[in-house]
């Protein structure tokens, strides 16, 4: 579970970066590298946004751990 967490953590970081590149910029890093919604873009979108989901998992984590 400890490797899928860190997985998890790491596509979060790729996507909040991405956002921020997005709203200072108006750079897509994503599509930079990966192309205007490919199947693979798309892809990484939609990990991203499974595992910003898994995230929320955190919440109960931490909290057992303050506990």
């Known amino acids: ?3 899928l967490d ?3 953590l ?3 970081i790729v996507g909040a ?3 921020g590149l997005i709203g200072f910029f108006s ?4 599509r930079f590298i990966f192309g205007d919604m490919t199947l693979v873009s798309r892809i ?3 990990l991203v ?10 919440f109960a ?3 057992t751990d303050v506990a």
């Open 49 to 58: 946004g499974i595992f910003g989901l898994y995230a929320l998992s955190y």
């Open 1 to 3: 579970m400890k490797v």
């Open 44 to 46: 990484v979108y939609a």
């Open 10 to 12: 790491m596509l979060v």
């Open 6 to 8: 860190y997985i998890g």
């Open 61 to 63: 984590k931490l909290k």
């Open 17 to 19: 970066v991405n956002w």
């Open 27 to 30: 750079f897509d890093l994503v």
